[in-house]
């Protein structure tokens, strides 16, 4: 039989109709080598307290539902595995910089408001039929924006960003990293009508470098440099408007 | 029993102390800090450039004053900051810049930065250099 | 309750949804479309999915081609003039998914590039390195976005339809953060909520992946087409079984057992090559794979592992650079859970529930017997995948058959007006009673997680990759017991707000009906026919008496009616498939 290590598990609990505040509770989880926090969750939400809510889905680091601090790091708890945590015991609570709506859960709408604003879709720089086929674009194109097309979404990169903790109207580094994969698509043409929000206080400005956000990344999208090159674009781009009045977007 | 349905209350945490909860915060303000050495090191040069203009005694005086031992300290310190600047301006540079492909292959950021304490050291050197020649 | 009017509701946003609501808002945007989902879009199943989509796009293929390959990996019991629409209509929108930014991945002069994919004669598969599920759903949700027509109704659980007068008249939702009770009125409604692949322990299905429009369909009286054929495919990690691409296979990759043999050739695959061909080998279709390695399995031939009995998919001769290009999430996977690097060491792999080939029954419009109600998707059963899919199909089938729902939906809509509100609103009280009757279950003697892993258990063990009469009757008899037993499941949660706990045991019932179609239908087909496999007596298929569809008909508080239905055919007449040396010479 399988040795039954045990560890012990503190979670921030949270509940809107019931809870003044937040406040820690503790469970003791069997585990194995190859336990994740996402299993020992479900674990608990199977065997010991079913009033424990957290978002999950995919258990592939694919579908950016369970991120949440695990020790202090924003994490997915699908791919964080208890034998890599030193300790013996684990502390999990909400996604930092977001409000918790319930436990493990924050509110996810304004991200995905900031998503949808910033026209999140090609705007071709020339119309192309469908029955003349595919767009070309050849690996090298491809490989200017694949990287920042990867993010899935899962807002690691906002719980470990300072700026948008101190000031939620920041943009942020996902939404600004998709942003960057629109414009630096060859088959593009939207830059123009995406550069007020780049350029907004609330866009690349509000950025401090801490370089953080990509650190976190589970997916290696490098926010901060999707964010942190759009500076000089933005200052670019402010000065042309000086040179060029015509520059002016519509 | 249930409770009825109810309107949401999502809590909002405090942003208190949020740059001691983790290490890379810490370095972070370290680094931010580290301008204060600048802006105190360019206050030192700048008052050594008032008393050069005031003529060779308010001159021999700031040389002077520069070789106390708390000055000396200040000096060491003010470096080793001045150091840690660099090297963490040259560790964020490469986000700065667009990618650079060359022949294909893209520049790492690591090539990137440590091009950067290249090109650092041997200003560094050249500056050493040159002011030893000079010296008199 | 509160309710909300819209021309067409769409229950589900992943791929085949979003594409749907596309469609309506592209061909008629005055129509207004409620996109509702028990997810955000970005976090919908479609997002794991990694292999490719499959169209005609070389020179030297042709649409019969892929129509044969399609109509023979189904074993024949595919709707042909399905599969010829489907075949004609995949490359444009495959084209079309393209000009709305899909990051495709590329050949060197600029065109979209195909891979070799199991059961397909030539290379027709597009891809996305490997994460296409990934990017297709991402570009659908993001280009959704710039229609003004779709509103989205965001982490809303479909609980019921509602169903009038003989037709469909709306859903009843929780607002789940709220744990408030909505309706949503609608004209058509187009059910687009996935598979049920969470019925089986093993799967590479995400927890949310729990048949729950397949069971309200089916509730309401549209019959479930096909349920006994469910896919396993052959490469999936062990303990968790999350899905190791075909594509693996297709850029080179092998399948070796514990001698370090290729075991395939030993089963009608061969003769192994040191380089993939088509339809031969590890590139044969997945239902051969999966019983070639149960035989292993059975001859002793299988490595032992703490999570079971595991093959190895030995990718280590591909080389770095091709890894990395082609196969990054692969690379990743391994590494991150398993610490392994695939340049240097072979993956342990073994079959695992990934697609169920049958659903909603839809004709070549989507359209179910219940006037209304449209299906799309893995949910559905419009004919295309019969008793085995081909990898890659049903990619390009979410876009396919996603823009026919969203347009015959918007065409219904138009000639209909609503029901009437007062008569559609007492039926949602009628639902939401039954769904709070449920959350006020007290702690009792059955746990949600007990009954769910008994049901996965006798699935597995009664419904897997072969079956027999009695191990389909032992699953059919524990099913039976486990509703009972669902009357009396108990929550710990009696909250409102964000009470997933709720959902689990609505998902639970949703999960139960659909297994009981399954393993029914199943007990019922006696023959074996793709993915459907007997071991007793009934090893072979029977063309005369099973060339038809199986239908499950739901009744309350009994097993499931089983009918049968024709098989369209159009001219493929049913043949013998051919893989290995065979496909070579054919």
């Known amino acids: ?250 | 029993m249930s409770d009825a349905a109810g309107a949401r209350r999502p809590y909002v945490r405090s942003m208190r102390g949020w740059w001691r909860r983790d290490p890379f915060f810490a370095r972070y303000m370290l680094r931010e800090a580290t301008s204060v050495a600048v802006l105190a090191y360019a206050l030192v040069l700048t008052v050594g450039l008032v008393r050069l203009a005031q003529g060779e005694a308010a001159w021999n005086g700031w040389l002077a004053a520069l070789r106390s031992p708390w000055a000396v300290l200040l000096h060491l310190l003010l470096f080793a900051a001045m150091v840690f600047h660099a090297l963490s301006w040259f560790e964020i540079m490469p986000k700065t810049l667009p990618a650079i492909f060359i022949g294909g292959r893209r520049l790492s950021a690591a090539t990137i930065t440590r091009s950067g304490w290249a090109a650092t050291v041997l200003a560094s050197i050249a500056l050493c250099a040159l002011a030893w020649w000079w010296r008199s | 309750m509160d309710i909300f009017t819209f021309d067409i509701a769409i229950v589900g946003a992943g791929g085949a949804g979003l594409r749907a609501a596309i469609a309506v808002a592209e061909s008629d945007p005055s129509l207004t479309v409620a996109l509702i989902s028990k997810v955000y879009p970005m976090r919908s199943h479609t997002v794991a999915a990694e292999g490719g989509a499959a169209a005609v796009t070389q020179a030297h293929d042709s649409l019969e081609a892929h129509f044969h390959d399609t109509v023979a990996g189904g074993e024949w019991l595919c709707e042909q003039d399905v599969v010829e629409y489907f075949v004609e209509h995949a490359h444009e929108e495959l084209v079309q998914l393209e000009h709305w930014g899909c990051p495709w991945s590329r050949t060197l002069d600029g065109r979209a590039n195909v891979r070799a994919f199991g059961g397909m004669r030539t290379e027709r598969t597009w891809f996305a390195a490997d994460r296409t599920g990934f990017h297709m759903l991402h570009t659908l949700f993001q280009t959704s976005t710039s229609y003004r027509s779709i509103q989205r109704f965001d982490e809303y659980f479909c609980v019921d339809l509602i169903v009038d007068a003989g037709r469909v008249q709306g859903v009843v939702t929780i607002e789940i953060a709220t744990g408030e009770m909505r309706l949503i009125q609608a004209k058509a409604v187009i059910v687009a909520t996935g598979g049920a692949g969470r019925v089986f322990s093993e799967n590479t299905n995400g927890g949310i992946v729990t048949g729950d429009g397949m069971a309200l369909a089916y509730r309401h009286g549209a019959p479930l087409r096909d349920m006994e054929f469910v896919q396993y495919h052959p490469t999936c990690m062990p303990g968790t079984g999350l899905l190791f691409t075909e594509a693996c296979r297709g850029e080179g990759g092998f399948l070796l057992n514990s001698a370090g043999y290729r075991y395939l050739q030993d089963y009608g695959l061969g003769p192994p090559s040191p380089t993939p061909r088509n339809m031969a080998m590890e590139l044969g279709p997945r239902d051969r794979l999966s019983q070639a390695y149960w035989h292993e399995k059975q001859r002793g031939r299988t490595i032992s592992g703490p999570h079971g009995e595991v093959v190895h998919l030995d990718l280590r001769h591909l080389g770095e650079r091709k890894l990395r290009e082609r196969l990054p999430q692969i690379c990743e996977l391994a590494l991150r859970y398993l610490g392994i690097d695939p340049g240097r060491q072979p993956i342990p792999v073994l079959p695992a529930v990934h697609y169920t080939m049958g659903g909603i029954m839809a004709d070549e419009k989507t359209a179910s017997p219940l006037p209304g109600l449209y299906s799309v998707g893995e949910c559905s059963s419009i004919g295309i995948h019969g008793a085995n899919r081909l990898g890659s199909n049903s990619l390009t089938e979410l876009l396919v058959f996603g823009k026919v729902a969203g347009i015959e939906a918007a065409r219904y809509a138009k000639a209909m007006s609503h029901g009437d509100a007062a008569t559609v609103g007492a039926l949602a009280e009628a639902t939401e009673a039954g769904a709070l009757a449920i959350l006020m279950r007290p702690r009792g003697d059955e746990r949600i997680a007990t009954l769910r892993r008994e049901m996965t258990r006798t699935m597995e063990d009664g419904c897997g990759i072969y079956r027999t009469a009695a191990t389909l009757q032992s699953s059919c008899d524990r099913l039976a017991q486990l509703k009972q037993r669902y009357q009396r499941v108990g929550l710990d949660d009696h909250s409102r707000a964000w009470n997933t706990e709720w959902l689990l045991a609505i998902e639970l019932g949703y999960l139960l009906d659909v297994a009981q179609a399954m393993a029914h239908s199943a007990l019922a087909r006696r023959e074996s026919r793709g993915s459907h496999q007997r071991l007793d007596g009934f090893e072979q298929r029977d063309d005369a008496s099973f060339l038809k569809h199986s239908l499950a008909f739901y009744r309350a508080d009994q097993a499931p009616h089983i009918g049968y239905g024709p098989v369209k055919i159009t001219h493929s007449q049913p043949g013998t498939r051919v893989y290995g040396a065979a496909a070579a010479q054919a």
């Open chain 1, 1 to 250: 039989m399988v040795d039954q290590r045990t560890i012990r598990m503190q979670v921030l609990r949270y509940h809107p109709q019931r809870d003044e505040r937040p406040a820690w509770q503790s469970y003791t989880v069997p585990f194995t080598d190859d336990t994740s926090i996402l299993q020992a969750l479900l674990y608990i939400k199977d065997e010991i307290d079913g009033t424990l809510s957290f978002r999950w889905s995919c258990r592939m680091a694919i579908c950016g539902s369970c991120g949440m601090m695990i020790n202090g790091k924003p994490r997915l708890a699908c791919e964080t595995f208890l034998r890599d945590l030193a300790a013996d015991a684990v502390r999990i609570e909400a996604l930092a910089h977001f409000p918790i709506e319930r436990d493990l859960i924050v509110s996810v709408g304004e991200f995905v408001a900031k998503l949808e604003s910033i026209k999140p879709y090609l705007i071709p720089k020339e119309p192309r039929a469908l029955a003349a086929g595919e767009y070309l674009q050849t690996p090298a194109q491809l490989a200017r924006y694949e990287q920042f097309s990867t993010c899935i979404n899962c807002m690691l990169c906002y719980a470990a960003c300072p700026e948008y903790g101190l000031n939620t109207d920041f943009t942020g580094p996902g939404v600004l990293a998709l942003l960057h994969r629109y414009n630096a698509d060859s088959r593009d043409g939207g830059r123009a009508e995406r550069m007020p929000i780049v350029n907004a206080e609330e866009g690349v400005w509000s950025c401090m470098a801490v370089g953080y956000c990509s650190e976190v990344c589970p997916k290696q999208v490098d926010p901060a440099h999707a964010v942190n090159q759009n500076k000089a674009i933005s200052a670019g781009d402010y000065f042309l408007h000086f040179l060029k009045p015509k520059h002016r977007p519509p």
